[in-house]
């Protein structure tokens, strides 16, 4: 019976996750846009503590940290190593299996995109790091988390096409 309550609870906090994204990449302010998604990354990380995926809870722990220092030190390649690091310690402390690989994945290209690129490259990788969360939520079987990271992706790949417009149209605006 607990395993039941833990799943609810799980899909809870995807939906919880879901409502938090869905505000975030509504809202016109960057700093609320950042708040919702820290907030809607806690949400995640109790969803995979609740469906009992270690490895991915502890990345999304530390994808909360990787989101400040990321727009604290951007460029830094010694903060981004520590942060890779750091995600490499999480990930062989907490790996179960196989299972466990998209939320590596997800980690290691998304950390590299918000620390190195920028404009289209970055919002590709985090595209890649949205798509490998979402085979994370799949195979935990979190509605509510796949379908944030679908909603991540697409807004994600629209952004991409109309700065891909804008930047043919306006070349110079991204000299």
Same mark, same amino acid.
């Given at each position: ?52 995926? *270690? ?39 907490? *790996?179960?299996? *196989? ?33 490998? *969360? ?42």
């Amino acid at each position: 019976m607990l395993d039941s309550y833990s799943a609810l609870a799980g899909q809870f906090f995807g939906v919880v996750s879901l409502i938090l994204c869905l505000l975030a990449f509504s809202s016109k302010r960057d700093d609320r846009l950042m708040v919702l998604l820290l907030s809607a990354n806690v949400a995640f990380a109790l969803q995979f503590v609740l469906f009992a995926s *270690w490895t991915a809870a502890a990345l999304t722990v530390l994808v909360i940290v990787r989101i400040a220092l990321a727009r604290r030190y951007p460029g830094s390649r010694s903060v981004m190593a520590g942060v890779l690091v750091a995600s490499g310690v999480a990930a062989l402390l907490t *790996w179960q299996g *196989w299972a466990d690989l998209p939320a590596v994945v997800a980690m290691a290209v998304g950390t590299v995109g918000m620390f190195l690129l920028s404009g289209i490259a970055m919002r590709v990788a985090l595209g890649v790091a949205a798509s490998s *969360w979402f085979l994370s939520h799949a195979l935990v079987g979190s509605v509510g988390g796949m379908l944030a990271e679908a909603l991540v992706f697409v807004t994600n790949a629209v952004t991409i096409y109309r700065l891909f417009r804008a930047k043919r149209r306006y070349p110079r605006a991204f000299e």
